[in-house]
């Protein structure tokens, strides 16, 4: 008897965890559903949008604004299971950004960027990334901290006001690259704000980790610095190492003839994955590993493909990080509606101080870094309309949303729930609002966009410690790195591919004159071309 009990038990149990994995797979299936439908109405809205030539209405504007929308309907409809699909789906926004959407768009950002002008600013960029941000979250801490203690706002404690001013400093690498993009804007400019967002990054979740759960007191200057340069450099290692070991193993394949496009796409395509996955769980920063896994790739593997895989990999490259970009941006939307937010305890103050400590912090990481900048070296001059355009495009999106929804965790006994529907409504502002004004600005101040050519003399006549320093990493590509991980340097090149070879792998310059004649080629698009691209990107999401 006993025994036959214990086994119904077991079958019940059995039973409702079946039952519980249907349910699941259920709630699943419905939260895809409403993804892909929102998806499918952006892109077509996008398309819709590029047809009128609106350029000031960006299209993450309008996939912000679509998931909104939606968001405030299934909320109005007021059913429970949908508002349980809502909730579900922030809840899983976290681990869905950061393993699966920020890789793909940074990765592709880091392989089709132009390093050139990457390069160039290297120096500027890193002290815009790591001095001003570490500025611009002191600041903000202080006047969100100062307010709430004289009672112009609501108050929140050193700590809370602290996470805050961490997770909100930092510019996002996705609302930059999305915007970005479709204003054509001066290359120059672009690299300088995309750049910073990609490394403030580090800097940003270093500060916020610090301030979570802070080291003990006797050591508490010096822990956070170590971590910091630590992160940094074994970021950058894992994502120089991968890309390495992958060039040098199609490099081989090439020089064997066993060249199997399926194996070439594949190991690309994995690369980035496996760098950031293995950064992340070595505590290391993933976003800055897969960044620079981009770019070695693009050096030192892509010369050793076949024309068919570059092709192939190129179209998967840029529609699966449109599909992430776009899926971003809905889930922003979506996040309005999808908790029930502390309005009433945030107050209507607070929100103000908030965008008023964020616009102070950006003007004195800008202004402050630029005016110094320009009198330290004379190649790297940045123009006050420059700076304008610099202060008003921070804008922030998914990743202090993703660190806002940690610290409703981190800080669920004080304010985090303050913290995450301020950050949102920042984020939602700066994507909408701010976005729109871009190209009314940018076009008052005169900036267009310019040619990379116009700037290839610039890189390599750059003088000073930080010129010295790019001037010995390309003749270390050029004399050592090139002959070791790409193919033409065996003598090997088969004819037809002469051309691909001397294209991809005679020097940085080459690769990127190559990148701006294609460039010009895909602006040159009929209407055939746009129902084509429509199509792709429809089969892209299903």
């Not at 119904?8 to 709630?27: I, R």
């Not at 600041?139 to 006001?161: D, H, P, R």
């Not at 591919?497 to 294209?503: F, R, V």
């Amino acid at each position: 008897v006993s025994t036959q009990s214990t086994w119904d038990f077991k079958n019940t149990q059995m039973t409702t965890d079946s039952l519980n994995e249907g349910a699941s797979a259920e709630s699943m299936g419905s939260q895809i559903l409403i993804l892909l439908f929102l998806m499918l109405l952006s892109v077509v809205a996008g398309r819709i949008l590029k047809r009128l030539n609106l350029k000031f209405i960006q299209e993450s504007t309008v996939t912000t604004l679509i998931g909104i929308a939606a968001g405030g309907i299934l909320y109005c409809i007021k059913d429970n299971q949908i508002l349980s699909h809502m909730r579900s789906m922030q809840s899983n926004f976290v681990g869905l950004f950061m393993i699966f959407f920020l890789p793909a768009i940074i990765f592709e950002a880091g392989y089709n960027m132009n390093k050139v002008l990457f390069y160039k600013f290297m120096g500027s960029i890193m002290l815009f990334a790591f001095v001003g941000t570490f500025i611009a979250a002191i600041l903000t801490t202080g006047i969100v901290w100062l307010s709430g203690y004289i009672g112009l706002s609501t108050a929140l404690n050193f700590k809370e006001s602290a996470a805050f001013g961490a997770l909100i400093s930092s510019t996002d690498p996705v609302a930059v690259l999305a915007i970005f993009k479709e204003i054509h804007t001066d290359a120059n400019l672009y690299y300088l704000i995309f750049g910073e967002s990609i490394l403030n990054d580090v800097l940003s979740m270093i500060l916020y980790r610090t301030i979570i759960h802070p080291y003990d007191i006797n050591s508490f200057a010096f822990e956070p610095i170590i971590e910091f340069i630590i992160s940094l450099v074994g970021s950058i290692a894992i994502g120089v190492a991968t890309g390495l070991i992958v060039s040098y193993m199609l490099k081989k394949e090439s020089l064997f003839g066993t060249r199997i496009q399926k194996v070439e796409v594949i190991a690309m395509c994995l690369c980035p994955w496996v760098t950031y996955l293995i950064a992340e769980n070595l505590k290391f920063t993933g976003i800055v590993s897969i960044f620079f896994n981009g770019i070695i790739l693009s050096h030192y593997a892509a010369p050793n493909l076949s024309e068919p895989s570059i092709a192939t990999l190129k179209s998967a490259f840029e529609s699966v990080s449109y599909a992430s970009e776009t899926l971003v941006f809905l889930y922003l939307g979506l996040g309005l509606f999808a908790f029930n937010h502390s309005y009433k305890e945030m107050g209507v103050m607070l929100l103000i101080i908030g965008f008023i400590a964020i616009a102070v912090g950006r003007f004195a990481n800008v202004y402050g870094l630029s005016m110094l900048i320009n009198k330290c070296t004379q190649k790297t001059y940045i123009s006050k309309t420059y700076m304008c355009v610099m202060w008003v495009s921070g804008l922030r999106g998914a990743m202090a949303y993703a660190l806002a929804l940690k610290s409703f965790h981190d800080l669920s006994s004080g304010n985090g729930g303050i913290i995450l529907i301020l950050t949102l409504l920042i984020a939602q502002t700066t994507i909408v609002g701010v976005a729109m004004s871009l190209y009314p600005i940018m076009t008052y101040c005169g900036i267009k966009a310019l040619d990379v050519g116009e700037h290839v003399n610039e890189t390599i006549e750059d003088q000073g410690v930080c010129g010295t320093i790019k001037k010995k990493i390309f003749d270390f590509h050029t004399k050592y790195m090139k002959h070791i991980f790409t193919r033409e340097a065996e003598g090997l090149t088969s004819p037809e591919n002469k051309e691909e070879s001397n294209d991809f792998g005679a020097s940085i310059l080459e690769h990127e004159m190559l990148s701006k004649a294609e460039g010009k080629k895909r602006r040159i698009n009929s209407r055939q071309t746009e129902l084509q691209c429509l199509l792709i990107n429809m089969l892209s999401i299903l």
